[in-house]
């Protein structure tokens, strides 16, 4: 199975090295790490870069195609080389997938039309622009579409991944050895469980620019 | 705030991505990803390289030193270099950390002697070798070493580090920026809450070589 994960200047680490680190482990499988032109991918703080092995016309058929987020995504959502990449690819892929805001890069692509969709939770109100229908859940599926909320949640999503294409015993393998039984230290990881002033000062501290 | 996060050849991705995700948010705090040379490791199943924009000798006095594991940290564990490197800035950090395999670098250096410490739970035999008390734990504390278990656990350890250098509500501020609020699809995370069977096939599947 071959999955493209999709790199560009000021991509959020962890919204691909997060489901990254759980699809690789799935059998015969092997992760592609993409972009516009192969070679190195600044992370959006400056501190960090990933590699792209692999240009976007090395990789036009995935399995699985994974766009992960930023917290400005509008450069490579306006980016009509990249768009034209995504739709032909998505054509035969099993499963196309974002992680965070990478959902308003399918958006661009005209791929959320009418479609149950979710981002990171400052993000939603973004997608209705691309006519999707927000959708306050971790983890979403239409059809062969699948979206996950903001930056860490692409782990859980990977994991559905795998559950769905090897079934549940191969998937808790997967969870097992990520030893993935988290145990954060507060109850605030989604604006639904946060404390109001919590929301109230992320909001107030940070804007996407969307 | 400085923190140092080692990279060497074979590191697992997520167990350095993880953290830094989380510490990099932190109020005027630097995250500093280092190697013995700087410039790119390549992770441990060869799909993906990480930049170290700093040499050991260029990060000689981070307040929270992070080491993360790889499936075979025998090479770091066994560079002389590298651990007098990891000594002489243990001497003025605030916080020691490890995530996953992590903790034999630290191990090796020397620094576990009589400590509470834990790992991967396929490793936790071989943290004895260094005189450790091996914990099951996801996150173990004992004194200024802060020790995580496998691979996702260090997102785990950083919203605590979070909390202790800056408060409970800037780590849940964290949290909710990375919409941490994990939904893994399974109870299987843990060797104690994943079916035997599974944990039996991870057995015989993987190996540790420690």
């Known amino acids: ?46 501190m960090l870069s990933l590699s792209a092995d692999y240009s976007l016309d090395e990789v036009t058929r995935p399995d699985i195609l994974l766009l992960p987020g930023a917290p400005d995504p509008r450069a490579v959502a306006a980016d009509s080389s990249v768009l034209d990449w995504v739709r032909n690819a ?25 479609i149950d969709a979710t981002t990171h939770w400052m993000a939603h109100a973004a997608l209705q622009d691309f006519g999707a229908r927000p959708t306050l859940e971790r983890v979403v599926r239409d059809g062969k579409i699948i979206t996950a909320a903001g930056v860490s949640a692409g782990i859980d999503m990977a994991l559905r991944l795998a559950a769905l294409e090897f079934g549940d015993e191969l998937a808790q393998e997967i969870q097992l050895i990520i030893e993935y039984d988290p145990q954060p230290p507060f109850q605030a990881g989604s604006p639904a469980t946060a404390p109001a002033e919590i929301r109230e000062r992320v909001l107030s501290k940070y804007e996407l620019p969307l």
């Open 1 to 46: 199975m071959e999955v493209a994960i999709l790199l560009y200047e000021g991509v959020t680490a962890l919204d691909s090295v997060g489901p990254y680190e759980v699809l690789h482990l799935m059998p015969d499988t092997e992760v592609k790490f993409v972009a516009t032109e192969k070679g190195l991918v600044r992370t959006d703080f400056g």
């Open 90 to 114: 998505h054509e035969h892929t099993r499963w196309t997938t974002s992680v965070c805001t990478g959902a308003l890069i399918l958006g661009a692509a005209g791929l959320l039309q009418g």
